[in-house]
């Protein structure tokens, strides 16, 4: 008390009458070394602004006392307890900026929980020390104006160019993660002007859609609002994906048959990677209170890409068809500017690999052979990609059209992954949420659906008892616009993934290996009929 009270009445005279108190402060406390009273100080206070007001300097004096709720409640409220008997200083205004529910949890060893019964003594609390209480209108601030005029200040994109259906996507992303909070908003814009300054510096030959701009919005804001989510991004960035194996890797608890049933019937969690999304966020309790927003924002991005797909669809076939994952490990990779991993092995490797570069050097090595493998076994492989970053993307002829051929360098915490991937797109109708009793419909039917796909997944069941040692071939049925589109991916595990260029034997390998999965996977492709 005595060193508490001595430093505020230092300061508090300090303030009022330039310096002036100080000795006569220190005399009182060093010779006599007898304990202050707060009636002693809240009269030598009063003394000192009296003077400073009889001067004509000042015509009174504003207090502003913030970040109380920064520390711990019970200390908070300890503070305010000390603070109250200064309040009627004349000449003094004291503003407080203070959550109050911090002071609500401080006054709990005092008064117990909150409950209905006991709401009274809390209230008195601050009745006691408050004399008019104003609540800032944090709901009332204009977030879209804020959003949107902060990324045309930075130049993210002109305002005027953003079409009305991705101004409010954008304005969406926002209120599903950092909300209306200025500061969080302000973080995010600090973020996106940082990783927009580094791109502008560094020559670049891949210029970023719309769509990818949005997507990095989203990521970023996902960073900031809910980095356990991101972290499990980074890992599995095409988060339609999710399943058992992410569950296993980041230990989530398992939802017991009730509860399954029960997010069945929630239109944001009947599939099954927003179940996973569910068990995510039951790690943190912050992110249990948001999982239906966080499933919103997710489904949200998953739209945007879908829209974005069918409309180059339209206008140029699928050349430059992005998917989610590439969307998403591409926006992820950008974050990471912004990021930090708490594993120091971990983050030591993802700056091993720049993926740009890595992919440049894999095309090189394996451009030539694909295409004269693929030829020997009448298939056609093309490329015309402009710019390379975090996919490497060759075209296959199927038909009157063309699939995307991707590859994908994965970074993970033990090893690295070689991807190579192909999607179907629009294999057939989607009439049900069942894929299965979708080959049964007549026009399924009409094109030997079930006959074409039966058969392929027989032929790639035999392609995986030949597959080299840590080489893998996944495949999931994705919906896309009312379609069911069908998705393969070989992954090869390498433990360095420099040696793996300079091995050509391992490369030769696994581009037989990619070349196969693609003759097992010949007869899935569109074929049209009219209804």
């Given at each position: 008390m005595k060193t508490t009270a001595k430093t505020a009445l230092k300061t508090g005279?300090?303030?009022?009458?330039?310096?002036?108190?100080?000795?006569?402060?220190?005399?009182?406390?060093?010779?006599?070394?007898?304990?202050?009273?707060?009636?002693?100080?809240?009269?030598?206070?009063?003394?000192?602004?009296?003077?400073?007001?009889?001067?004509?300097?000042?015509?009174?004096?504003?207090?502003?006392?913030?970040?109380?709720?920064?520390?711990?409640?019970?200390?908070?409220v300890q503070i305010l307890e000390l603070l109250k008997n200064i309040f009627d200083?004349?000449?003094?205004?004291?503003?407080?900026?203070?959550?109050?529910?911090?002071?609500?949890?401080?006054?709990?060893?005092?008064?117990g929980k909150k409950t209905q019964e006991n709401e009274r003594e809390?209230?008195?609390?601050?009745?006691?020390?408050?004399?008019?209480?104003?609540?800032?209108?944090?709901?009332?601030?204009?977030?879209?104006?804020?959003?949107?005029?902060?990324?045309?200040s930075l130049s993210y994109f002109d305002n005027s160019e953003i079409p009305e259906k991705e101004k409010e996507e954008i304005v969406e992303i926002s209120n599903l993660t950092v909300g209306s909070n200025p500061r969080a908003i302000k973080r995010l814009l600090?973020?996106?002007?940082?990783?927009?300054?580094?791109?502008?510096?560094?020559?670049?030959?891949?210029?970023?859609?719309?769509?990818?701009?949005?997507?990095?919005?989203?990521?970023?804001?996902?960073q900031i609002s809910y980095p356990y989510v991101h972290k499990v991004l980074e890992r599995y960035p095409d988060f339609t994906q999710w399943n058992s194996e992410v569950i296993e890797e980041f230990k989530l608890d398992i939802i017991d048959k009730e509860k399954k049933e029960q997010l069945e019937k929630s239109e944001f969690f009947n599939d099954e990677w927003e179940q996973v999304l569910y068990q995510i966020c039951q790690k943190d309790k912050f992110l249990s209170n948001?999982?239906?927003?966080?499933?919103?924002?997710?489904n949200l991005i998953n739209n945007i890409i879908e829209r974005y797909t069918k409309e180059v669809e339209k206008s140029n076939g699928e050349t430059d068809v992005i998917s989610l994952e590439e969307a998403m490990r591409s926006a992820i990779e950008v974050s990471s500017?912004?990021?930090?991993?708490?594993?120091?092995?971990?983050?030591?490797?993802?700056?091993?690999?720049?993926?740009?570069s890595y992919l440049k050097s894999l095309r090189g090595k394996i451009y030539n052979n694909l295409i004269n493998t693929a030829k020997e076994n009448d298939i056609e492989i093309?490329?015309?990609?402009?710019?390379?970053?975090?996919?490497?993307?060759?075209?296959?002829?199927?038909g009157d059209g063309w699939d995307g051929l991707h590859f994908e360098l994965v970074i993970g915490s033990k090893y690295y992954l070689i991807k190579a991937g192909f999607q179907v797109w629009h294999y057939i109708k989607s009439v049900t949420n069942d894929f299965q009793k979708n080959l049964d419909?007549?026009?399924?039917?009409?094109?030997?659906?079930?006959?074409?796909?039966?058969?392929?997944?027989?032929?790639?069941?035999?392609?995986?008892?030949?597959?080299?040692?840590?080489t893998e071939i996944r495949h999931w049925i994705q919906t896309n616009y009312g379609d069911n589109s069908v998705c393969f991916r070989i992954e090869k595990q390498i433990n360095d993934a420099w040696a793996f260029l300079e091995d050509d034997e391992a490369l030769d390998t696994f581009v037989k290996n990619v070349v196969d999965l693609l003759v097992a996977t010949k007869e899935i492709k569109v074929i049209d009929v009219k209804d």
């Open positions: 005279s300090n303030m009022v009458a330039g310096g002036i108190a100080n000795e006569a402060i220190d005399e009182l406390f060093t010779d006599t070394e007898q304990e202050i009273s707060l009636n002693s100080l809240h009269q030598e206070l009063q003394t000192q602004i009296s003077i400073s007001i009889e001067k004509g300097s000042k015509k009174g004096f504003l207090f502003f006392i913030d970040d109380l709720d920064r520390i711990n409640p019970p200390v908070a200083l004349e000449h003094c205004i004291f503003i407080l900026a203070i959550d109050y529910d911090v002071v609500v949890k401080g006054l709990e060893p005092k008064f809390f209230r008195s609390f601050f009745e006691k020390i408050i004399q008019l209480p104003f609540t800032m209108p944090v709901g009332q601030y204009q977030v879209n104006n804020l959003i949107l005029n902060g990324l045309n600090n973020s996106l002007s940082l990783v927009k300054n580094i791109s502008r510096s560094v020559a670049n030959e891949h210029k970023l859609t719309l769509v990818e701009e949005i997507i990095n919005i989203g990521v970023f804001s996902i948001r999982a239906m927003s966080i499933s919103r924002l997710l500017v912004t990021s930090y991993s708490d594993n120091e092995e971990e983050a030591a490797q993802i700056k091993e690999i720049h993926r740009s093309d490329y015309i990609q402009k710019g390379v970053r975090s996919v490497l993307r060759f075209r296959v002829k199927k419909t007549e026009l399924a039917q009409k094109v030997n659906a079930r006959e074409r796909y039966e058969s392929a997944m027989q032929n790639v069941e035999i392609l995986k008892t030949k597959l080299p040692e840590k």
